[in-house]
């Protein structure tokens, strides 16, 4: 089990992600509200812009401040750093 850091010092299993999306688009702000009224959201984003809707295997929907390619890089394994977001 690989753990990835979403931001913040929060930690996801990698290997019970589905996707990791852009939250801009009407149907995934649709999935995130029907998440939030099931008690089946998590706000990792402290407050901060959702920059990354993450699906996961349990039907968890998980928002971060990181970017979605942030993210996809360090489930890959590489450390992008020109990339990185701020997370103070």
């Known amino acids: 089990m690989k753990l990835i850091n ?14 990791i999306v852009s939250p801009d688009s009407a149907p995934i702000k649709r999935m995130v509200q029907e998440a939030k009224e099931r008690g089946m959201l998590i ?33 890959n394994g590489k450390d992008t750093p020109e990339i990185q977001e701020d997370e103070e």
């Open 43 to 75: 706000d990792a984003s402290y407050g901060r812009k959702t920059r990354a809707v993450i699906i996961m295997d349990s039907d968890h929907i998980i928002l971060s401040a990181i970017l979605p390619v942030s993210i996809s890089s360090r489930v």
């Open 6 to 19: 979403i931001g913040f010092g929060n930690m996801v299993s990698s290997d019970r992600i589905i996707t």
